[in-house]
């Protein structure tokens, strides 16, 4: 006797974050994967969507992404009142905040010569951080957080088809990054490891023009005293983390792991720690390199 697979509850995903990090580039990537998207949603109106498509049967549902502005902090208790209703009519539900850092979005304002939304009559960086202030708890309550700092359009459509872009998401994303301190660490990261500890296959004429992605530079780092047991003791400390992020409902997290260029320590660390965290029932690891390639 066979049984028909039972479609999960249909996902509803809020896009949104501060002006010019990338909103509208995110959900062009879910409506190209499928999602039903609507721009400029007022959240007064997250709610009352939802309701509209409960005649629907539930497998046909199609999943929903919304581009919300929460800047008008009157309109903040109205999103999280319309959050609370799509989870009770059996949504799931996650927010995604984009960001950038301030001198990141100063720059992309200047490239298109427009003001920012809240600039008023005062410089284009009084209306980014009073932008920042409004949404400060949106950012920190928000289930995945984006920083687009260093990706251009190309790059950060990767990102979000990695994170959004499929069905049957695992209920925890582990993102392991690796970057290099000299471009800064990523804003979005929850844990940041410093690879430097170890030699640096830089100083090895024979090891340069490889990355840490190269068998012969992995094998380097990996090879050095302390790396495996570097590699043993993070995984050991993630399998109680990994255990409080689900129980609490976490749906990603960013462990970032930095060299002094990103190029071959921290590439090929990050890649070994992936490696071994797999992908489970409930988990699912993805490898990011952000300065991969910048030198």
Not at 26 to 54: K, T
Not at 106 to 127: A, K, N, T, Y
Request: one cysteine or more; aromatic letters at 6%.
């Amino acid at each position: 006797m066979t049984s028909e697979a039972v479609r999960p509850d249909p996902q509803l995903v809020v896009v949104t974050g501060m002006s010019g990090a990338g909103r509208t580039t995110a959900a062009n990537v879910l409506e190209d994967r499928g999602w039903y998207v609507i721009d400029n949603l007022p959240p007064q109106l997250l709610g009352s969507m939802a309701e509209l498509l409960q005649g629907i049967p539930p497998q046909e549902r199609p999943n929903l992404a919304a581009v919300v502005d929460v800047r008008a902090g009157s309109l903040f208790a109205d999103f999280r009142e319309g959050m609370d209703r799509l989870r009770d009519l059996g949504w799931r539900t996650s927010v995604v905040f984009v960001d950038a850092t301030d001198e990141a979005l100063v720059r992309r304002f200047e490239s298109v010569r427009r003001p920012h939304p809240l600039q008023g009559e005062g410089r284009l960086l009084d209306g980014i951080l009073a932008e920042r202030e409004r949404l400060r708890d949106l950012r920190a309550n928000a289930d995945i957080l984006i920083d687009t700092s260093g990706l251009n359009v190309h790059q950060l459509t990767a990102k979000v088809r990695q994170l959004l872009g499929s069905e049957g998401l695992p209920e925890l994303r582990i993102a392991v990054m690796s970057f290099g301190f000299k471009y800064g660490i990523p804003l979005d990261a929850d844990l940041v490891f410093d690879m430097r500890f170890l030699p640096n296959p830089f100083w090895d004429p024979a090891l340069r023009p490889f990355t840490g992605q190269d068998e012969v530079v992995a094998d380097f780092v990996l090879g050095q005293p302390g790396a495996q047991e570097f590699v043993d003791g993070v995984l050991a400390l993630l399998e109680p983390m990994t255990a409080g992020y689900l129980r609490e409902g976490r749906s990603y997290v960013t462990l970032a792991v930095g060299c002094t260029g990103g190029k071959h320590r921290s590439v090929a660390v990050a890649e070994a720690l992936a490696d071994r965290i797999g992908d489970g029932d409930r988990t699912r690891a993805i490898v990011v390199h952000r300065d991969l390639g910048r030198e």
